[in-house]
């Protein structure tokens, strides 16, 4: 069954005499935005840009860390490959923790969009609070559980000893802060339900801005602030985010676009979270299975090759994220396109806004890859100026031209995907990522990256041994896979009858 409708217990009744006496500010933002006289690329460009300028600054960050770990560092040899290795490890955990933050913030976007579509101001300024109210709960609880679990994470992950310990002191700020962190992402998505993508510019891209000198003042050290080195940079980011989450609240307690916090309106209302998990669980299972994915991926690599190969595939996927991360830029525009459109009725036009939303951004990613393609020895020479980093760069260069070739299946996995989740079809989708991971990319991997693979009571089988090539010839197929699945999914009608 396709028709995910939320019965009459899960609607939330918000009574006009539990709202404030000061109306939160009109939703200027919005009415413009969703002018039907304007052409549908100008609406997902003026919701794209400033979602892609923020990217851009997040994606100056992660090149900035990747700069002080490979060329700043007052270290050489092996220990110089350790700690660009834990950084991909790292990385790859920081992510994962990014991911977590889908569990409540695609049910504040497609529940705020939906709506302010249909006109209920108050319900959407109600469910704002209630999603800022879980991201503190989420964000707590998980915080806690991941910094006690650290080291069976890393255990898991095959990372053992120097990178192991270089990798846990770059997390730890992170999960002691993460609450902040999971608080800005939630409020960021809120406003984006409102058609307010350029506040969360402007705090995001701030936390990046900010975080760079931060970064920098704890690696270095001054003054009081001991030279941190490494771990230096995990503590930054930390700090960063966590500014972020407090302007994040600051913005909403003074009210923008139409939504605004009240104490009164976070208090527990079980209906309504219920409504929002409805939609943001699965998503946020989708999200999970795909950072589940990631982190069994980079244990195979973990436990098959060597600190190069690991240090190579941090680069590549440093390198990567410009284009991914410019490709949710877009899947942000076309989920609040399409979710506001729902909302007022218009399923014609919310179908366009996601095809015009891929459109514009798989061009701009056929674009990264072609750059990729290019420029991959020069890219990865930025990261590895030392004649004992070379290798990397040998190994490295082959998988970035490689996954340069799937760049539009990846825009089409990414602008898709959020363009249903607009929708709010957030549970078959979860099938295409269990496919694509757990029955594609996964077995290929182990098939054609390790010399030797062990499936128990079967026995030891011979794989291919390609190497780190092999593990990312898996992930061009699977991308492939998924991308067609996500395009054959949107290009059906079920999702426009859907309700959240």
Known sequence: MDDYRVKEPFLPTVDPASEPDEPAPLVMPVLRLLDPRRPTWVLVLMLAWPTLVQQLLVFAVNLFDGLMAGRFQNVAGQEQIATQAAQTTANYLAWFLSSCTILVSVGATALVARLLGGGDRRG????????????????VCGGVAGY??????LEALQLHGETAEFAAAFLRPLFVLLTFQVVESVGVAAL???????????VLGGVALINMPLTWLFFTGWGPIPALGFAGIGLGTAVAHALGGLAVLGVLLRGRAGLRLHWRLLWPNGALIRRLLWVSVPAGLDSLSLAVGQLWFLSIVNGALDDTAKAAQGIAIRWESLSFLSGAAFGTAAMALVGQNLGAGRPAQAARSGWTAFALGGVWMALMGAVFYVLAP????LFCPKPEQAPIIAVGVQVLRLVALAQPALAAAIIFTASLRGAGDTRVPVLFTWFGFFGVRIPLTYLLACNQINLGPLGV?????LGLWGAWLAMFIDLWVRGLFFLG????????????
């Not at 006690?148 to 994470?153: D, N």
């Not at 984006?192 to 402007?202: E, S």
């Open 378 to 381: 020069e890219m990865f020479g």
């Open 124 to 139: 959407a300024v109600h469910a704002c609070n209630q999603s800022i109210l879980l991201g503190v709960v989420m964000g």
């Open 461 to 465: 089988w011979h794989g291919f041994g």
């Open 192 to 202: 984006v339900g409102a058609g307010d993508t350029v506040t969360g510019m402007l």
């Open 148 to 153: 006690f679990g650290l080291p069976y994470i």
């Open 489 to 500: 999914r949107f290009a059906g009608a079920r999702w426009q009858r859907l309700r959240v």
